[in-house]
């Protein structure tokens, strides 16, 4: 095992130490099973996938090779199949640590956070001090809002390893959300002094809008640039970092250039495709007519508990959701992963041949299940609700991409929708590191446009269902916005609101800073700092551009 007892303490060990011995071959494992594993590690998926597949036909009660079948149907793309060969090979071998690790780590990407702590609590109970183990139960941890546990782990992980530079960046981002700024830095910091060329611990400081880099550090990302050696996400990473530092002197030509590179060099090997995001909008809205709306009416699960509150990107979402949470009777709970991933297994279980995407398969899907889809996404929920509150913010900006299954599946929950100035908006989305997908300055543009044209259309089949936010009339005159949106929310204007920035929770977003001080204008008008470099995003937008706040004829 890799830790070892010397009286009632024990001796933690190295993570590397630990992967190492985790993944050493199983005395069990034979000679033609070491082979395949050899294929799979060779990347020859298709070879390993055919003996095992012949080797289980003959001996299928083979743990080691349902572990490794598991690893092929993942490279496979075939996750219920991986995850169900780990379960039977748990069952033939409970004492079977890394294969339980692996299941667990499977489970809690797809967001399965009570059962993937019970297994990663089972692998604890046997190998207490294992860092991989508790690494991934501090995992869990924050992904349910057991923020503070998790941020001791990460800090004892972090002090035990301490030349490991993603210790410290993982603690570094526990204090983060917990508002402990000072130490936060310093966990970064060492992740610098671990891996110089570290972009991610440059861009997490960056990240922290109150956080300045010195002339020494502009040096040293300018060094590690012109460092041929330093590539991938560590020089994109340090590409925003430095438009940031730039940004902060004011150095607005120098700082863009510096975005430029960052966002063409993600655009290698992330693709984008406008056309895609324009298709789902039409989607949406061929399905989503008066009449299918409807015909659904009655479905559902009737709890009112659920607050969406949905966005672009960068449009001031965060501040909303700790608005709202600084009141007694809604808890805030950050942005949960359900919503979408109903999406998918709707897409898996009820798509068929040839694939039917989503949203046209809801279509196919009975009244009933609506309900249980309601009720299943409540339940999720649960692990993340510690105040009693009868109400809660879920806060995922892209779940306005599902309005109308949030409407088929919770028709009580309320939708706010929050707006940004669109070159604002889209120019604060140019600036930062996201990595699912990376639109240019005109594509950007484009994608506002099928925003806007969105939501108008659930705006006109939903009538009275979406409160619309403004961020800019939010930052002019909070108190009138705040009690128009409790209004829409039928719940009690409190004075607690208009001291949001006292509420103590976690934060997880970008604006995890900006929304633990009252609110300035510093930001409404930023955009106009770069304005000359602006020019295909502004005739992109067109008349989303020149009618903003209101939505132009050709988009409603």
């Not at 998790?150 to 030349?163: G, I, K, S």
């Not at 981002?173 to 970064?188: E, F, K, P, S, T």
């Not at 550090?217 to 012109?226: H, P, T, V, W």
């Not at 709890?303 to 809604?330: A, C, K, N, Y």
Request: charged share 25%; aromatic share 8%.
């Amino acid at each position: 095992m890799p830790h070892t007892t010397n009286a009632d303490r024990t001796v933690p060990v190295p993570l590397a130490a630990a992967f190492e011995r985790l993944s050493a071959p199983r005395p069990s494992l034979g000679v033609r099973l070491r082979k395949i594993e050899a294929d799979l590690q060779s990347n020859r998926i298709d070879a390993a996938w055919a003996q095992l597949s012949e080797h289980l036909a003959k001996r299928p009660g083979d743990a080691d090779a349902l572990n490794l079948m598991a690893r092929v149907q993942l490279r496979r793309g075939h996750r219920d199949e991986a995850i169900s060969m780990l379960q039977r090979c748990l069952e033939l071998a409970p004492d079977f640590d890394a294969a339980r690790f692996n299941y667990a780590n499977l489970i809690f990407r797809q967001n399965n956070f009570d059962a993937a702590l019970t297994e990663t609590e089972t692998l604890l109970a046997r190998d207490p001090g294992n860092p991989l183990f508790r690494q991934l139960k501090a995992d869990i941890l924050g992904n349910v809002g057991r923020d503070t546990e998790a941020a001791a782990m990460f800090e004892a992980l972090a002090e035990e390893n301490p030349e490991r530079a993603e210790c410290w960046i993982n603690y570094g981002h526990a204090l983060r959300g917990l508002g402990q700024r000072d130490r936060c830095i310093v966990a970064y910091r060492e992740a610098i002094r671990c891996r110089p060329s570290f972009g991610l611990a440059y861009w997490s400081l960056a990240n922290l809008k109150a956080a300045r880099f010195s002339d020494e550090d502009i040096a040293a990302m300018r060094a590690q640039l012109a460092d041929s050696a330093v590539m991938g996400d560590d020089r994109i990473h340090i590409l925003f970092a430095l438009g940031k530092a730039l940004e902060d002197r004011k150095l607005y030509e120098q700082s863009f250039e510096q975005y430029a590179k960052a966002n063409a060099a993600m655009r290698v090997h992330i693709g984008y495709h406008a056309g895609t995001i324009s298709r789902r909008v039409a989607d949406n809205k061929a399905l989503f007519t008066d009449a299918f709306v409807k015909s659904r009416a009655g479905a559902g699960c009737d709890t009112p508990d659920p607050i969406f509150v949905m966005s672009l990107p960068r449009s001031g979402s965060t501040l909303v959701e700790q608005i709202l949470s600084s009141h007694s009777m809604i808890e805030g709970i950050g942005e949960l992963p359900y919503v979408p991933a109903i999406a998918t297994r709707l897409e898996e279980l009820y798509g068929g041949a040839p694939q039917i995407g989503f949203p046209k398969v809801l279509e196919e899907i009975a009244p009933a299940i609506l309900r249980e889809l309601g009720e299943g996404y409540l339940a999720a929920t649960r692990a993340h609700r510690k105040l009693g509150r009868p109400f809660f913010v879920d806060k995922k900006p892209a779940n306005f991409f599902y309005i109308g299954l949030i409407h088929l599946i919770l028709p009580n929950a309320k939708i706010i929708d929050v707006r940004r100035h669109p070159m604002a908006c889209c120019l604060s989305a140019f600036k930062h590191h996201f990595s699912t997908a990376r639109p240019n300055l005109s594509e950007l543009g484009r994608f506002y446009r099928d925003y806007l044209q969105l939501m108008s259309h659930f705006e006109r089949v939903l009538p009275g269902r979406i409160h619309r936010v403004v961020y800019e009339d939010l930052v002019r005159d909070p108190e009138s916005e705040i009690r128009k949106l409790f209004t829409h929310l039928g719940l009690p204007f409190e004075e607690s609101l208009l001291r949001f920035y006292e509420t103590e929770r976690t934060v997880l977003t970008p604006s995890s800073e900006q929304v633990r001080r009252p609110i300035t204008g510093e930001a409404v008008d930023h955009w106009r700092n770069y304005e000359p470099w602006l020019g295909p995003l502004m005739r992109s937008l067109g008349t989303a551009y020149t009618a903003y706040p209101a939505v132009p004829d050709e988009l409603r």
